[in-house]
């Protein structure tokens, strides 16, 4: 029962964080909206909406939420070669490619479905008029923010559970959170990567610069690129979507035998171990805030 409270407790802390920012990103839309129209449907107000509501105050509650939560001890912390980051950089993009392709495939189906396109959220905003500003929110500040949610504070709770509990459950907690399909998929595979490196070397630092180098491409250069208008940026950009998802690939393959996974002081099998995870009140709650974040994001 007390671990079964742990999980629910940790589940209904995100369920809160996502409550909130939604609340502050309404406020913050219908109050602009009266000061001026133009205001809302800009990029850079989209940006620092994310930022005000997500990594300022959704974080703040987040974290006050979660600290009276006593995480693990410290542990020795071991260093990742330039190379082998690199390697993993690349296991980081050629997922996010070919999951992306697995999404855009849904969503064209489900576009042929209700007989309309199916938006991609980043869309709206990944745009040339606000760089910097999409560069510091997106590529860095979110980045930060969501790796010491999702592989500080959640994982260090997670982490007595075993690597296994520890990596999938923050994994699947960070894609839920993205509230859509065309997010939700990379994002789980990525939250595995990135809580498996935390796990691997108790360096939080690690996965941040993972995290960010693949939001560099993802939301801004990437984008840049395409709104260029230049074909033989778009040429070289479009070899390299495939030049990663072959890399990637191999490099997984190869990495693959490294793995580990230890156990944890706490063993859960089976049918309870299911129970404790997800059959509880937080995680109710927070199933139907992502729920309806994800139908929204398929409607509009």
Not at 27 to 33: D, E, I, P, T
Not at 241 to 257: D, P, Q, R, S
Request: aromatic share 12%; proline share 3%.
């Amino acid at each position: 029962m007390e671990h079964k409270k742990n999980f629910s407790y940790m589940w209904l802390s995100l369920f809160v964080l996502l409550l909130v920012v939604n609340l502050v990103q309404i406020v913050l839309g219908s109050v602009f909206s009266l000061i001026s129209p133009t205001i809302v449907s800009s990029s850079w107000f989209l940006i620092l909406c994310i930022f005000f509501s997500m990594h300022v105050i959704g974080f703040l509650v987040y974290f006050l939420m979660m600290k009276p939560r006593q995480p693990q001890p410290a542990r020795d912390k071991t260093k990742i070669s330039p190379l082998r980051f690199i390697k993993i950089f690349i296991i980081c993009m050629g997922a996010t490619y070919l999951f992306n392709f697995i999404s855009l495939g849904i969503n064209a189906l489900i576009s042929l479905i209700k007989h309309a396109p199916v938006s991609n959220p980043l869309a709206s905003i990944a745009t040339g008029e606000s760089l910097i500003l999409q560069v510091l929110v997106l590529s860095v500040s979110a980045p930060i923010v969501e790796e010491l949610i999702f592989r500080k504070l959640m994982l260090d709770r997670l982490r007595p559970y075993g690597d296994m509990t520890a990596i999938w459950v923050s994994a699947l907690a960070f894609s839920l959170f993205h509230g859509n399909l065309s997010q939700a998929l990379y994002a789980f595979v990525l939250g595995l990567i990135f809580a498996y490196v935390v796990i691997r070397t108790n360096n939080i630092l690690y996965s941040i610069g993972l995290h960010i180098l693949v939001n560099l491409f993802g939301s801004a250069i990437m984008p840049l690129i395409a709104l260029s208008g230049n074909t033989v940026l778009i040429t070289i950009a479009g070899l390299l979507v495939y030049v990663f998802l072959i890399a990637g690939i191999i490099a997984f393959i190869t990495e693959k035998k490294h793995i580990k996974l230890n156990k944890g002081e706490i063993t859960l099998t089976g049918f309870e171990r299911f129970k404790t995870h997800y059959l509880n009140i937080g995680m109710a709650l927070y199933f139907i805030m992502c729920a309806i974040m994800f139908i929204a994001a398929i409607l509009v």
